[in-house]
């Protein structure tokens, strides 16, 4: 059962272990390769619309939500995409129109397939489906999360935790980078907010060499455990030892409602090569 509140969306290891996906087929690499891509787009797609960086933190965390419950099997990821960006601007005051938001993904899928850059026209046939899809989607993402989109990302915390540790000035960025990469794995899905600040603060210190107090341990402050803060620092350096993910098709064919769309699709990439996992931050 997953756990749903105000400010709360949380699931146990077991449960990630056993995803939808896992369930249609899609072993464990390929998710996590799906899932990297698909929040890749989500960022560079809020880039080139000159969104804040809250809105595409929103949008990775409501990908992840989606991809808690449904499938990769049954809904291709680049729409997914698109509509947690297109949702995530609405929720965070940042509203871009569907047909800006169409452009830019069409023109990423262009240049990241190496097809010809070829306009949208927003009067062609092609636009109307596209467009008529992503509200399809966004209506789909609200009723899977019951309308309870409310999301608190970590980079509230770090500053505070920074100060209040009495860090150098530099280790504030250094988190901040790390907690927006940490939006790419499943972390916001596993942990409170404030655990995964405790981990990108103590993994910035790793960094620089700073040390942090420990007697007392200084994360118990902050309503943290070091089991939380290895794991956090663990998945970091999975993420860092990974290729650059390529997008895998792997929609069924045969649904009307929920089979890959011919629009947004393309070939299948080959499936990377993953490297051993990293030992844990000690």
């Given at each position: ?31 996590t ?97 596209l ?20 999301v ?14 009495e ?17 790419r ?32 341990p200084?994360?118990k402050?902050?309503?943290a ?40 699709d ?17």
């Amino acid at each position: 059962m997953i756990y749903t509140a105000i400010d709360t969306f949380y699931l146990t290891d077991e449960q990630l272990k056993n995803t939808p996906s896992r369930k249609d087929g899609v072993d464990e690499e390929i998710e996590t390769v799906l899932r990297i891509y698909g929040c890749d787009l989500i960022q560079e797609s809020g880039i080139l619309l000159r969104l804040p960086q809250a809105v595409m933190a929103t949008g990775q965390v409501l990908f992840h939500r989606f991809y808690c419950k449904k499938s990769f099997a049954r809904f291709n990821v680049k729409r997914i995409a698109a509509s947690c960006v297109w949702l995530a601007s609405k929720l965070e005051e940042s509203p871009r129109k569907a047909r800006q938001v169409l452009i830019v993904f069409h023109r990423m899928e262009c240049r990241r397939e190496n097809l010809p850059i070829e306009h949208l026209d927003p009067f062609s046939k092609k636009y109307s489906e596209l467009k008529a899809d992503l509200i399809r989607t966004e209506r789909h993402l609200l009723k899977e999360m019951g309308f309870i989109c409310h999301v608190e990302h970590p980079h509230k915390f770090i500053s505070n935790y920074l100060a209040t540790l009495e860090t150098p000035p530099e280790l504030r960025q250094e988190a901040w980078n790390l907690a927006n990469d940490s939006l790419r794995t499943t972390l916001c899905v596993r942990f409170k907010s404030e655990v995964v600040a405790c981990g990108v603060v103590y993994a910035a210190a790793r960094r620089f060499q700073v040390p942090l107090p420990e007697n007392p341990p200084w994360w118990k402050a902050f309503d943290a455990e070091k089991s939380g803060i290895d794991e956090v620092c663990r998945v970091l350096a999975h993420l860092y030892s990974l290729p650059k993910a390529q997008y895998i098709s792997v929609c069924k064919d045969g649904d009307a409602i929920t089979s890959s769309n011919k629009l947004w699709d393309t070939q299948s990439q080959p499936t990377p090569k993953f490297t051993e996992w990293p030992t844990c931050c000690k």
